[in-house]
């Protein structure tokens, strides 16, 4: 094993890499669940954005063109979802498992003519004097815009639900929708444009792994991000900050299993694969075992179905 | 204005209908998705419904039939009951894999001797393999109140990779070139599982799915469990007050769901399937999901959803070898249908209104 091949600079610019389809679908997640919705179709949405953007991306030429298509793709498959649990009042773990089948199914049907062809490349955008800095330039200030975007991201769902009023009226319904129906405000309004707010952000982060992360098409290419995100917005307690910090943790984790992986470490290439998904286990069942905390961190009305009339 | 108005119980005439009504919406926006990939889609509709079981080839086509579906009704109705207790077990194509791999090693390892005991005990280790893998989500969540959505789904990718490593490593047939991939267990006479009435594609599998269903059934419909389980899964407060563990519910109902899926993917191992490769799993521990809603979460109703969804796989193939219809389109087609399945629940549980409520 030759652990000195693994160089710093070039392993913390791969973790944000690495990160940021997790984060941008975990965020989206993370708004969603606030507004007491469970939709556990993030992986659906995913792949359904990765070949969205994927193709409409290699058809026009233009990757920002790809992520906007990935971004509506996502919202409008969540829309499905949305009105099936919001109007249909369906049983939100059934309706998100069904997204998440469909999705996997119908990029894949899209997916067949893409197979195997190389998306545009994606600009890296370069800040001046900071992308030149030693060291440090390489690690954080050399990357592609969605990279900044994530992280604007973060921090602009973590303003929003704490500062605005549309965050506090987002979390009121989250918290006591039959409360927030008293108040005036639309529970179901609110709800679909939260989920469709959430598919965007999956669709997103598909599309970062379709064209930016791989970059090309391979049928269910997510391999279960979407339920990592799932499991991040857990481990997060439902804040954006911590969302941040589970996401990069987990890139952490993928980057350096690779990386070992690369440098011929003594352990079976399929132990090191599967290394990302048992510690997000370990993790959620750390952050589920403290009593009471990941309770009392749920939004109260998250999963339930609102029916105006009872 | 349209409202929807909850209806005091479920009814009954909706719930049988909805399924055979999903069904044919799905066939109408199945021929619409057809039709835009450019494929006839009255014929691709027709080839994925109807030939398998009255076509020409309908004799090679109605054997598979009992081979596809059997996995199908043996995995849907461990889930099923975990799902009325709103025990939500999506792992169980993890099972499926775990218990192929335990049962298939314990099978090599009495490689090459004969024996009547040792496919019984093959049997009984892939009901434990699955069994023991859902016991993780299980009992984290008893023990750590963790979700068990999350954990089963994760495991499945756990379960992925040590059928990986199992098939370049530890089962792979010393006799077999360096090709990845174990011996093969259908052709070894003691663990094989064959067909039992040659025509009809039914093996040992076909005989544990049909027993699952009858067992389900009884449990169900008149062993106060069953009672338990559909009240947890309606009423969990009511139930904590009448004197329902629903610890014991969720070890009970992830343990039988994943001995059932484990048995199902040791009949797939040691019949159809044959050896443990890479690509061993087919995605029925998915698609079962799909089968356990068709059939309502009834005994009765998975046993008819499995061989539906077995004729759509069956159709699929046909179509994709006939009219070049993408394999991937079988996929979308059931996710379809799990669509418009439980939009159209809502008219089982609701009334639908027409005009402004009145004031009470």
């Not at chain 2, 889930?79 to 049962?103: D, K, M, P, T, V």
């Not at chain 2, 449990?219 to 629903?246: D, Y």
């Not at chain 2, 979308?332 to 027409?354: E, V």
Request: include cysteine; aromatic fraction near 10%; charged fraction near 10%.
């Amino acid at each position: 094993m030759d652990l000195s091949s693994i160089n710093p600079v070039l392993l913390v610019a791969s973790i944000m890499v690495a990160s940021t389809p997790v984060l941008l679908a975990a965020l989206g997640e993370l708004v969603v669940e606030k507004s007491g919705v469970l939709n556990l179709g993030v992986e659906g949405m995913m792949i359904t954005g990765a070949i969205c953007g994927f193709a409409i991306a290699v058809n026009t030429g233009s990757p920002f063109l790809g992520f906007v298509a990935a971004a509506v793709g996502g919202a409008i498959l969540s829309l499905i979802f949305g009105i099936l649990t919001q109007s249909l009042l369906s049983n939100q773990v059934a309706t998100g498992l069904a997204l998440t089948l469909f999705g996997l199914g119908f990029s894949a049907l899209v997916g067949q003519s893409y197979v195997g062809i190389r998306p545009p490349a994606t600009a890296r955008l370069d800040i001046p004097v900071l992308s030149d800095l030693p060291v440090v330039g390489g690690m954080f200030f050399n990357h592609d815009i969605m990279v900044y975007v994530s992280l604007a991201l973060v921090i602009a769902v973590w303003a929003v639900l704490k500062f605005t009023r549309v965050g506090l009226i987002l979390r009121a319904v989250g918290e006591n929708h039959d409360a927030a129906h008293a108040l005036g405000y639309k529970v179901v309004r609110v709800r679909l444009c939260a989920i469709m707010f959430g598919g965007a952000c999956a669709g997103l982060g598909g599309a970062y792994l379709s064209l930016i992360r791989v970059p090309q098409w391979t049928e269910g290419m997510t391999a279960g991000a979407g339920w990592i995100a799932l499991a991040i917005v857990v481990f997060g307690s439902w804040r954006a900050p911590r969302v941040l910090l589970g996401a990069y943790l987990f890139g952490g984790v993928t980057v350096l299993q690779l990386n070992l992986q690369a440098a011929g470490l003594a352990i079976p290439v399929e132990y090191l694969s599967m290394s990302p998904y048992l510690i997000t286990i370990a993790v959620l069942v750390v952050m589920s075992a403290s009593k009471g905390r990941v309770r009392a961190a749920a939004p109260a009305c998250l999963g339930r179905i609102f029916h105006a009339s009872t | 204005m349209i409202r929807l108005e909850r209806r005091p119980a479920p009814s009954r005439l909706w719930a049988a209908l909805t399924p055979a009504l999903a069904v044919f919406a799905t066939m109408i926006a199945g021929g619409l998705m057809f039709a835009l990939l450019g494929k006839p889609p009255v014929e691709a509709i027709r080839t994925i419904f109807w030939d398998p079981l009255f076509g020409e080839f309908a004799f090679y086509y109605r054997g598979q039939l009992l081979v596809k579906a059997a996995p199908l009704v043996l995995i849907a109705i461990g889930l099923s009951i975990g799902f009325r207790a709103g025990i939500w077990n999506i792992g169980a194509e993890g099972q499926y894999i775990i218990g192929a791999i335990l049962g298939g090693g314990v099978g090599l390892a009495f490689y090459p001797m004969t024996g009547w005991y040792i496919f019984p005990l093959v049997v009984l280790f892939g009901a434990i393999g699955g069994w023991a893998w859902a016991m993780i989500p299980a009992l984290l969540r008893v023990k750590f109140n963790t979700n068990e959505i999350l954990v089963s789904l994760l495991l499945v990718y756990v379960a992925e990779q040590i059928l990986a490593s199992m098939s370049l490593g530890l089962l792979r047939n010393p006799d077999g070139n360096g090709f990845p991939g174990s011996r093969n267990l259908s052709a070894y006479e003691a663990t094989a599982n064959p067909e039992l009435i040659a025509g009809t594609g039914a093996h040992w599998g076909v005989v544990a799915a049909t027993i699952a269903v009858i067992f389900a059934y009884i449990l169900m419909t008149r062993h106060v469990l069953g009672f338990q389980i559909k009240v947890s899964g309606e009423a969990p407060r009511a139930a904590r007050f009448s004197g329902v563990n629903p610890d014991r519910l969720v070890i009970f109902c992830l343990g039988i769901s994943g001995a059932l899926a484990g048995l199902a993917g040791l009949f797939e191992l040691t019949g159809p399937a044959g050896q443990i490769s890479i690509d061993f799993n087919q995605g029925y521990g998915f698609t079962a999901i799909i089968v356990a809603f068709l059939g309502r979460l009834h005994p009765v109703g998975i046993l008819l959803a499995g061989l539906l969804i077995a004729l759509t796989y069956i159709g699929g193939e046909a179509a994709q070898t006939n009219l070049g219809l993408p394999s991937a389109s079988i996929d979308a087609f059931q996710g379809m249908l799990l669509f418009f399945l439980l939009a159209m629940d809502t008219l089982s549980n609701f009334r639908i209104r027409f005009g402004r409520a009145k004031v009470a």
